[in-house]
């Protein structure tokens, strides 16, 4: 479990997060997506999926890539 | 009705910010970083508070009258996935140098990562250059506001009076640790007023498919992006995030954590807090656009002081102004502690009062957050409401040093000649960019439709690797101070 991704991946998913906010497939998009218009739910479920890779993130990457080492992190 | 509100709510955080006194220790660590001992939900609600201005509230709103939903993109989902990764990467690594070595500032760690009180130096000028508007925002804010929102009642001198006197005794009593109680409740009240407004607003609207279809009616042009907002522009602002990284008032939060542990909370649920807050916001944004027609220019920013108005029971006017003077104290509080804690440490205690005991330590702490308010009040008197329009200047000038934290912390082969190159950089191209775009709004660099925050970052990180590469390697001692597992 400890090993479902690694640090490279995590910045891997962190850029390509990153160039999915850019969402010009939705600029001028005005249809109804539960409830509201497309691109600003595009980015309230941006927002949710964040949570959850950062949630990942510190339950698979902690303290190793937060920490910058053991010796300092126990201090 | 809503003065009383606003003067109970005053009350109210003074007491809280007040009884953090009680646990002071009376020494400076704990003065300026409550001795290291903030928990994973104070951290998470005084980082997210600090970070959140009243613009969250009524610019936001604003925003989104004028420009439609795409302001939530622009300005609010690209803070949810750039601020936690640098509370990852950089706020845990700055917390544990910061413990490891006890460092109070930002500049105490970049002067001896690169070994330079000249860099320190220049650093501190730097970062409190753009402090100042920053600062000078938050006051006049207060003030408009307080004004707007008694309908003319309290001029905006009083207003802008009470805020600095309210935020002056909490600060100077209750150090940091008063700062991250009063931000705590301070945000969990923004926070809960943004909604239950939204809920009774849409209520009363009919409902959110109704009000939704009285904006296609009426400007469906503000539920696209469309040409309201450039793809350039777009992305440009996705950058202005990064200057969480070198924001002072955020660097002084991350030392006050636990320990790594603490910084949990505030990585994971940051995304979600930014959606809780600008959803609302925006939406009643755009919802003013057929309620309240012909806002034009800074008159935006009322819009969500008169949806309420039309739309709610007296009683949630008076609330929302207590959010937005939350909003406003939540960043003033931390930006005016951080900026006397740097002059204290960096400055006083650097060049003139060595070995200054822990008493004249936090003396001299309270006396530099009471001028520095002092300073900010009669600036605020005084200065062009114009300048409210440097505030975004000042997101990009901290934005565009986040290379050089990034480099003291993961880069080994970084030398100071690099962060110098970068900090120079920085302010000239800040400076020149700035004088182009005086007298011309909307300014983008040469027409091209990019913020200046798309060209002075890569500037500045460019800056940062060529001065480094064309400088002698670091000394190894020091590489293997900030870097023990390169230790063999």
Known sequence: MQRLFSTRTFVLILLVLY????????????????????????????????????????????????????????? | MTLTIILIYLIVVLGIGMASHRLFRGTGEDYFVATRSIGPFILLMSLF????????????????????????????????????????????????????????????????RWQSDALGLLMFGVLVAFMIPYLLIGVMGGGITMN??????????????????????????????GTA???????????????????????????????????????????????????????????????????????????????????????????????????????????????????????????????????????????????????????????VLAIGTMFTQDIAGRYF??????????LLGRLFVVAILAVTYILAQVADRSIFKLAIWSFTGFAALVPIVLAAMFWQRSTKEGAFAALITVAVSWCLLFYQSLDNPGYTVAGSGFMPVAVILPLSGLALIVGSLLSPRPERATVLKFFPEERP
């Open chain 2, 148 to 177: 707007q929102i008694t309908g003319g009642q309290v001029p905006a001198w009083v207003g802008g009076l009470l805020v600095c006197l309210v935020v002056l005794c909490y600060v100077t009593f209750g150090g940091l640790r």
């Open chain 2, 49 to 112: 508070g600090t970070h959140m201005t009243a613009f969250a509230l009524l610019g936001a709103s604003g925003e989104a009258y004028n420009n439609g939903i795409g302001v939530f993109g622009l300005m609010a989902s690209s803070s949810a996935l750039i601020g936690p990764a640098l509370f990852f990467f950089v706020g845990t690594r700055a917390w544990a140098i910061g413990k490891r070595f006890g460092y109070l500032t930002q500049v105490q760690y970049f002067r001896e």
């Open chain 2, 353 to 362: 009062m060595h070995d200054m005991d822990e008493k004249r330590q936090v």
């Open chain 2, 181 to 335: 109680w009063a931000n705590t409740f301070q945000t969990l009240v923004f926070m809960t007023l943004g909604g239950v407004a939204f809920v009774v607003i849409v209520h009363d609207l009919g409902g959110l498919t109704n009000a939704l279809r009285k904006v296609a009616d009426a400007h469906p042009e503000l539920l696209i992006r469309g040409d309201k907002i450039s793809p350039a522009k777009f992305f440009s602002y996705t950058l202005i995030p990064l200057s969480v990284g070198m924001f002072p008032h955020i660097f002084m939060h991350w030392l006050s954590a636990r320990r790594a542990e603490s910084f949990r909370y505030a990585i994971i649920f940051y995304p979600l807090c930014i959606a809780a807050v600008w959803i609302p916001s925006v939406l009643l944004g755009i919802f003013g656009s057929f309620d309240f027609p012909g806002l034009a220019g800074p008159a935006a920013n009322s819009v969500l002081v008169k949806m309420i108005a039309a739309h709610a029971p007296p009683i949630l006017a008076g609330l929302l102004a207590a959010g937005v003077f939350a909003a406003i104290m939540s960043s003033l509080d931390s930006q």
């Open chain 1, 19 to 75: 160039l999915l906010h850019q969402d010009f497939w939705f600029w001028r998009d005005s249809s109804n997506v539960l409830g509201l218009p497309v691109g600003l739910t595009y980015h309230i479920l941006y927002c949710i999926v964040c949570t959850i890779v950062f949630a990942l993130a510190v339950r698979f990457l902690w303290p190793r890539s937060a920490a910058p080492t053991r010796q300092i992190d126990h201090s």
